[in-house]
């Protein structure tokens, strides 16, 4: 049973930062393609950045710049960096494993004027 679970989020002020982390059970993270998605408020869900097995990077033009996604092999985790957060990044933000056939629970990250 893959079981993507997120970490990290929180509240910050704009032009903070927050590292999120999803620790994927059951899964080897270096061999899937994996991701971040975030849903806001009335808003639909939207790709955030990719990673695919031979590490090849995508991110949404909305972050490009201020985010970065990469993986731990060793932790076995996925991580996104976000720098100089805006407030218009306030969303839960989800990991999904496989080209989003699996997803996780979601973790909240809320960016303060």
């Known amino acids: 049973q893959v079981q993507p679970v997120e970490s990290g989020g929180g509240l910050v002020q704009a032009g903070g930062s927050l590292r999120l982390a999803c620790a994927a059970a059951g899964t080897i993270v270096s061999k899937n393609h994996m991701g971040w998605y975030r849903q806001a408020p009335g808003k639909q869900r939207e790709l955030v950045a990719t990673i695919s097995s031979i590490g090849i990077t995508n991110y949404a033009d909305s972050v490009k710049g201020r985010f970065a996604i990469f993986r731990d092999d060793v932790k076995n985790t996925l991580y996104l960096q976000m720098n100089s957060l805006k407030p218009e990044d306030t969303a839960v933000y989800y990991c999904?494993?496989?080209?989003?056939?699996?997803w996780g629970q979601g973790t909240q990250v809320t960016v303060s004027s």
């Open positions: 999904t494993v496989q080209y989003g056939r699996y």
